[in-house]
């Protein structure tokens, strides 16, 4: 698949997510997501806002759904999100049932490997489980106690166990997030707020300068290779 840029609005209110989003469409961004912090200080209503201000855009809702699967599926769907995210240590039974509910919905189903012992494994269970994209996925607190840890030691052993689209996802910098397509990942996160060169972009920040960084990313992860 052609190479796709996510921005993840891991903020925890509607104010400061949604002029953030607003600065990553018009930089070119593909995909917005509902990052787990914004779920849960604002819910539904940040789906449903993210929904109303930007119709044409797809919104992942960062569930990481461990049980539940057809319920929190169906009301993110409801809401107005276009993908959900479920993890792979998640029951057998919850993962089919996040992937009926978008099968009902029209929408996808992103798995993500985050703290599986046996990724390449775990994505080949969830492949079959009908899931459409996988992520590999080295968490905060998992890489803080053990640094130096990074999804690109997980990326290549994932990528010959199937043949969905995979993300990933952890601490990596914007140079490395940039080579992700070459790497096999075509779906590239940059997180928001973002720290690059040791400034951290807040809702605070000046939006021309995000403006002009996220749109250097685009253009990077875009650009045709040989």
Partial sequence: MEPIVQVSLDLPTLADALPIAEVAVRAGVDWLEAGTPLILGEGLHAVRALRQRFPEHPIVADLKTMDAGYLEAEMMFRAGATHVVVM????????????????EYGGY?????????????????????????VIV??????????????????????REAVSIPIQAVGGL??????????????LVVIGAPLVIENEEFKPSADDDRLFRLLREIVTEVKRPRA
């Fill in 173 to 186: 910098s914007i140079e490395q997030a940039i080579r992700l397509p070459s790497l096999g990942a075509p």
């Fill in 137 to 158: 996925h080295t968490g905060l607190d998992e890489r803080n106690d053990e640094i130096g840890k990074s999804p690109l030691d997980d990326l290549p052993a994932v």
């Fill in 109 to 133: 189903v992103m798995g993500d490997l985050m703290l599986h012992p046996d990724k390449p494994a775990c994505a080949r269970r969830m492949e079959a489980l009908g899931v459409d994209y």
């Fill in 88 to 103: 792979g240590l998640a029951h057998p039974a919850t993962i089919r049932n996040a992937v009926r509910a978008a099968r």
